[in-house]
Structure formats: C-alpha cells, structure tokens
C-alpha cells in the first residue's frame, strides 16, 4: 500500500509557567476570642470596637475587689514562712530540731511562694490587653458588667498580612507550591500580590478539592476580610509543547491527543494534558523531547499507517 503524504511541523518543547486562576475570598490572618481569666466587674474600657489596637494595648480592666488585701496578705504570710525556715535550719545545726521539722518549714515556704504567685497573676488577670496587633472586631462588655472567669471580652482579627483563600483542584496540585506568587483580584477592583503559604495535604472529603491560602501585605488596612475575588497563582516553570488547538485529535476512546510521526514514519497517537488553551495556542503536557506532529492530512491517516511527511 502507497504510503499518505502529510505535511508535520517539528514541535520542540519549552519552559512554561501556567497561572492558575483560583476563585476566593480575602480573611484575616488569624482571628482570637479573648476570655476572662478571673471574674470582676467592668471599671475601664480603653478601647473601642472596631479599632485598631496594638500588642500589649490595655483593652479594658476589672475591679480588684479584695485582691489587694489577698495580695498583702500573701506577702506577709511569705516573709513569717521564710523566718520559720531560717529558724529551723539553724535549730537542726544546733541539734535543737528534727529534719522533719526543716522539711515541715520549707514546705510551708513553697506554699507560700506559690500563694503569693498566683495572687499576683489573679491582679494581672485582670487587665486585658491584645496579644498582638489587630482590629478590635467585638467588645460585647460594658462599663458595669460583671465578668466571670472563661466569659469572652474581646475578638481580635490580624489583618495585616491579608490572607485570600481558595481550592484548587487534584489536577492542579501537583503545580502548586509554597512560595509560588499570585495576584489577588478583587471584586472592588483593587489587587494585592502575594505568595502561597499554605496549601491542604488533605482533599475535603466531599469537593474533592485542596484549600490554599496567598498571604499578602495590608499595611493600611485597606483590604477588608470577605472580599470575593480571583486568585491568580503563578506556578514553577515546567516543560510544555505548544501547538495550534486545531492539531489536537480525539482516539476511538475519546481521549484528546495528537497525531505524531515516528522514526519508521508510521502515525502514532500520543495523548496528551492540556495545560491552558485559547483560540490561538494550547499548551500541553504528554510529548517528549522534538515530536513530528502532523498538521496536514491528519484526518486521512490512522495509528499504525505509514506516511510520507514532509516539514510544513
């Protein structure tokens, strides 16, 4: 049998960065529910909700109520145990006491420390200040208020950094990367670059799909949480063939691939991935190395015919 003419084009293989477009929206950093430690009344609020408040800023303070007795107390109560232990060390020196009496001593000395330790921590308790810098996004006490320990007093949101969520696909994963960068496109048309910080091992169980999160900088505070908007996430270069999407094919299986030419010049079909594609171009994935790819006559030839190329 007379082999077909076909006209192919060498298609050589190149470096390519896909961008990977993620629908999403913007969220804080982190966000904390500040609870009461020890229980009080509400004396100051030195913040208001809604504002920026910086680490180790006093948000609002309780009442010390008996505290500062309870604190005088426990320091008095330390200085008689530490005379006690002194006394009876000297004693067992002298023959005077037992070492039962020494331990029974420093005994009643740790238990002193101790109380005085945790008076001092009930005082500090009841100051409460932001753990770091962020947006004092709810206050529910007011002046009056009585605060009773594990109540929440305040949520702090970080904003700055930003950070936009989204879910990326299993097909996708695989070209992802913490540090990849991205551009966050917003509804409201601003955008904020960043990079990947986060990508799920683990898929949801129900969507099948992969959370990531872009951390960009908010240093004004500009970009609120819950911002839709559209992720584009440019990924490490990878090898790629690019050809015209009309020399794609379609296999008595339907799957998608192209019609190749070998050393004995017979038609292969090779499958392939398609990476991006648009009305000009499609970037794919399956070829190795310099692929003869017929681009025409490819609708009168089979897998397995011999033909006649000739470079297009």
Do not use: C
């Amino acid at each position: 049998t007379d082999s077909v003419p076909v006209r192919y084009a060498l298609i050589k293989p190149e470096s390519f960065r896909p961008v990977i477009m993620v629908s999403g929206k913007s969220e804080p950093t982190r966000r904390v529910d500040i609870r009461a430690e020890t229980s009080g009344r509400v004396v100051t609020i030195n913040a208001k909700k809604g504002a920026f408040v910086k680490q180790g800023e006093t948000i609002l303070t309780l009442d010390m109520r008996e505290r500062k007795k309870q604190l005088d107390f426990a320091k008095a109560m330390l200085k008689q145990r530490k005379l006690e232990y002194n006394v009876a060390q000297k004693l067992y020196k002298k023959d005077f006491s037992t070492e039962t009496r020494v331990a029974e001593a420093e005994a009643g000395l740790a238990a002193a420390e101790s109380d005085l330790a945790q008076i001092k921590l009930d005082i500090a308790n009841t100051t409460i200040k932001a753990p770091f810098d962020g947006i004092l996004d709810q206050r529910p006490s007011e002046i009056g208020d009585y605060i009773s320990a594990g109540d929440m007093i305040a949520r702090i949101v970080e904003m700055n950094p930003i950070v936009f969520t989204g879910t990326i696909t299993e097909r996708e994963i695989p070209y992802i990367h913490l540090g990849d960068t991205g551009i966050a496109k917003m509804i409201t048309g601003s955008t904020a670059e960043g990079k990947i910080r986060y990508i799920a091992a683990e898929s949801d169980p129900i969507t099948r799909t992969f959370r990531i999160e872009l951390e960009a900088e908010n240093p004004d505070i500009s970009i609120p949480a819950g911002i839709t908007s559209e992720l584009h996430i440019t990924t490490q270069p990878i090898t790629a063939h690019r050809l015209p999407p009309s020399l794609l094919s379609i296999n008595n299986e339907g799957r998608v691939g192209v019609k190749s030419i070998d050393e004995n010049s017979r038609v292969q079909f090779v499958p392939i991935e398609i990476l991006i594609s648009t009305s000009n171009e499609t970037w794919i994935r399956g070829l190795n190395g310099n692929a003869k790819i017929i681009t025409v006559g490819q609708g009168f030839v089979q897998e397995g015919d011999v033909v006649s190329p000739v470079l297009d």
